[in-house]
């Protein structure tokens, strides 16, 4: 029994640990393949499932054209939260319930990310999630607290359009022991550090 209990206790505790797998996606930009990609997928989808009904001559014209469909007010590029061919799929009220039509989820998410285009780097979306991945357990509160985007600028840890200025960008790209961060362990992907580093010089925005 008592075998039992240790065994299962370290089967959760394996499980809990792959929870935490440094591997993460959350700072990751959507390349131009990516967006090129988004854009045909969400062009069938239209053509397929939208425009059957709203062909030339219907009251409400869909083209599989961003630029056009903009221009008639269908959607506000960049902005899906205010596109109403957004907020019909979004909503579920187009395709038309009973028309054997239907979008998937991630059909859906083709349509937005398709409207929203490229983001430009900015702290929200990110650079707070690679901190709260990597450094946020020690950084978490206290004088070295990194989780507001205020708590960035103070102390130079990042002056805007500035790298050698930024001390939080010392620390990650530093090999000397005492300064590099993280201090153990791995030191933050390539990936992440070029995302940090374009954010820097681009003038560190908080939001898009
Ligand atoms: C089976 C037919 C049918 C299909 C398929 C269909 N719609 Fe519609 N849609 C309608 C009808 C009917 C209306 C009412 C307005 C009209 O066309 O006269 C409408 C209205 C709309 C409107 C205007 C809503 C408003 O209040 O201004 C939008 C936007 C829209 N559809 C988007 C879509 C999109 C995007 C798709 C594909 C994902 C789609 N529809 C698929 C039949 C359809
Ligand atoms: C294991 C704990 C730990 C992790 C993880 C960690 N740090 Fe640190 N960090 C520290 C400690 C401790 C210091 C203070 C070092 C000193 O003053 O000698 C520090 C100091 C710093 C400083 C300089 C002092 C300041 O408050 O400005 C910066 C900048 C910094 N860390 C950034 C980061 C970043 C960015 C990450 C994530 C990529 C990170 N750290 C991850 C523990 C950690």
């Keep these: 029994m008592k075998f039992i209990i240790i065994f299962s206790t370290l089967i959760v505790m394996l499980l809990a640990f792959q929870n935490c797998s440094p591997e993460h996606k959350a700072g990751t930009l959507p390349s131009q393949s990516e967006l090129a990609q988004v854009s045909d997928e969400a062009k069938n989808i239209l053509i397929n499932k939208c425009?059957?009904?709203h062909g030339p001559?219907?009251?409400?014209?869909i083209t599989p054209d961003l630029e056009a469909l903009n221009e008639s007010g269908l959607i506000v590029r960049g902005e899906p939260q205010n596109s109403t061919l957004y907020l019909q799929v979004i909503d579920r009220i187009m395709p038309p319930s009973g028309s054997g039509v239907t979008l998937s989820d991630n059909e859906i998410e083709?349509?937005?990310k398709w409207i929203k285009g490229p983001t430009a780097l900015n702290y929200v979306e990110h650079i707070r999630p690679i901190l709260e991945t990597s450094c946020n357990t020690c950084h978490g509160g206290g004088g070295r607290?990194?989780?507001?985007?205020?708590?960035?600028?103070?102390?130079n840890r990042i002056v805007p359009g500035d790298l050698e200025a930024s001390t939080l960008?010392?620390?990650v790209i530093s090999t000397e022991e005492g300064v590099r961060m993280p201090p153990q362990g791995k030191s933050l992907s390539s990936e992440d550090l070029q995302i940090i580093?374009?954010?820097?010089?681009?003038?560190?925005?908080?939001f898009e």
Excluded at 57 to 61: A, I, K, L, R, T
Excluded at 146 to 155: A, E, I, K, P
């Design 51 to 53: 425009m059957g009904c």
């Design 57 to 61: 001559g219907d009251n409400v014209v």
């Design 110 to 112: 083709v349509i937005r």
């Design 145 to 155: 607290r990194l989780t507001t985007y205020d708590d960035l600028l103070r102390n």
């Design 169 to 171: 960008w010392q620390a």
């Design 197 to 206: 580093s374009d954010w820097i010089t681009s003038g560190a925005q908080e």
